[in-house]
């Protein structure tokens, strides 16, 4: 694990590293940098424009007295008036930067916020986030997905980051702070990483089990889990029939983190199918990548990791139902009728919207065994939010005014942006069944509503429940890997939202 030393001086190592925004001062900070490596100021300004994850590098020419040796100049983009330098910039341009030069580091850089780099424009306020930034961006920045290789990627020597601040910094001060919360989400995020881009042959329904025990140990989380035919015996019954045609059999776990004082409460679930091959209405096309069907799980044992290792003052109830949707002569059928744990009968029209029958156990359970305050839940549901959002946005669905704009507001705060899609009765009207009390697809346009609709139905009424669908956010093709990659979409969006639940705001 990577180390962050704050200095109030300006002790560079061998490799100096200067975030440099576009702004009004580029020039000048330059021709300080310029100065301090012995270089001619014109050169480096023709040479270096900050466009956003830019990137630039040059030996000092002699003998430095500092005994830098390699400085890297990390372009932040264009700032103004009504678009500030912000975290996340920091964050992407971090990641980027330790991702690509993890394996030529020396084992002690410096990150300058207080000489040349736009950072040391900051206020005392501002800081903590930058630094929070710096630190988690870089931390992911050193995610290995090499895992499953003969000879895996060795662990790269780099490993302590000093970062020169201009403010004072104490023990519990903010700055401190806000790196151990980098420390304690990034690694939640690195699992999450882990987890989904593993294959289901190598991560399965036992194995999120597993993770959940292994996450309730390190944290003080109790963790409580039925599996196989205790899902059946605990009239999970809906969970059930998605995962009872596959060798591994279903998991239902339940974390709760529970501190001595606690104002609010949240209950989270994740859609965990660590396979979807559509079932009987098998996939013709896009089947392989349907091991990411698990990443809305994932994400929530990294948002229920984070809360308690922050020691959050929230009661939190946390719900993983996992199964692997498939074929086999124990597999459920389209047409079949099968129970559910809310009491409501549900036809199956269509084993391949197998996400929202598994939710919707998860959700009636919670709903029927805790009371929260808020309920949230996040899942791989819909192709059709793709078509909708693009890979640029998460879709959300609430009937909370309040919590709609919160969440957009979020969105926009950590990049890990939602839009609002509608929950109006309407769309319900397709999922009426003749035999049954609901049936789970209709042949109709709006995909992601009548699945929201759906699940809404397993709710009991809850007054604050909001509904991800990230079909197409939680991988994402980048500059990380050769193939589409787990991304850890919403758990910083719901670890702000739960932090904001303490600050009161
Ligand atoms: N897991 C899929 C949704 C999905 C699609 C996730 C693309 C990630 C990327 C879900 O279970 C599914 O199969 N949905 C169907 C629903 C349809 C049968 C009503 C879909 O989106 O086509
Ligand atoms: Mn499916
Ligand atoms: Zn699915």
Not at 171 to 177: Q, S, Y
Request: glycine content about 6%; some cysteine; hydrophobic content about 40%.
């Amino acid at each position: 694990m990577l180390h962050f030393k704050l200095t109030q001086e300006f002790q560079p190592a061998e490799v100096l590293v200067v975030l440099l925004a576009q702004d009004p001062q580029l020039k000048e900070n330059l021709a300080a940098i310029a100065s301090f490596a012995h270089l001619t100021a014109d050169d480096l300004v023709a040479n270096f424009k900050a466009e956003k994850k830019d990137s630039t590098a040059f030996y000092t020419a002699h003998q430095h007295p500092t005994g830098v040796k390699k400085i890297y100049l990390l372009g932040l983009g264009e700032t103004k008036e009504d678009k500030p330098l912000s975290p996340e910039a920091v964050r992407q341009v971090m990641r980027s930067f330790v991702h690509k030069n993890k394996t030529t580091l020396p084992t002690v850089i410096s990150i300058d916020c207080l000489q040349f780099s736009s950072l040391k424009q900051l206020s005392a306020a501002q800081l903590p986030a930058f630094v929070e930034a710096l630190a988690g961006g870089s931390l992911l920045g050193l995610y290995e997905i090499g895992k499953y290789k003969q000879e895996p990627p060795k662990p790269v020597a780099f490993d302590t980051l000093r970062i020169h601040l201009a403010v004072k910094t104490q023990a519990n001060d903010p700055i401190e702070k806000s790196i151990d919360k980098a420390k304690v989400v990034a690694v939640a995020q690195l699992r999450v990483f882990d987890m989904v881009n593993t294959p289901s042959n190598r991560f399965t329904p036992e194995d999120f089990a597993k993770t959940a025990e292994l996450i309730g140990s390190e944290a003080s989380i109790n963790v409580k889990v039925f599996r196989g035919k205790e899902v059946k015996e605990q009239n999970l019954h809906a969970l059930w029939s998605v995962g009872k045609g596959s060798e591994n059999l279903p998991t239902f776990s339940i974390l709760e983190y529970k501190p001595a004082h606690f104002t609010k409460s949240i209950g989270l679930v994740g859609k965990g199918v660590n396979f979807d091959t559509g079932g009987y209405n098998i996939k013709t096309q896009g089947m392989a990548p349907m091991k990411i069907d698990m990443a809305g799980a994932a994400t929530m044992l990294g948002v229920m990791e984070s809360i308690a290792k922050l020691q959050l003052p929230i009661h939190v109830v946390c719900i993983i139902p996992a199964c692997e949707n498939m074929i086999s002569g124990n597999a459920y059928k389209p047409s079949d009728i099968i129970d559910s744990y809310a009491g409501y009968t549900i036809e199956v029209e269509d084993t391949d919207a197998e996400g929202r029958i598994m939710m919707a156990d998860a959700l009636a359970y919670l709903t029927k065994n805790y009371q929260t305050d808020y309920l949230l839940d996040i899942a791989t549901l819909t192709g059709a939010s793709i078509i909708s959002l693009g890979l640029k946005a998460g879709a959300m669905f609430t009937n909370n005014e309040e919590l709609a704009t919160k969440f957009y507001d979020l969105g926009q705060q950590t990049e890990e942006k939602v839009w609002r899609l509608p929950l109006w009765d309407d769309y319900a009207d397709a999922l009426k069944s003749d035999m049954a009390d609901v049936k789970n697809y209709a042949n109709s346009q709006a995909g992601s509503v009548t699945a929201a609709k759906f699940l809404e139905k397993f709710t009991n009424k809850h007054p604050a429940w909001v509904h991800f669908d990230v079909a197409g956010m939680c991988w994402m093709d980048s500059e990380f890997a050769k193939t589409r990659n787990a991304t850890a979409f919403g758990v910083r969006l719901m670890v702000e939202f739960a932090e904001s639940l303490v600050a009161g705001k």
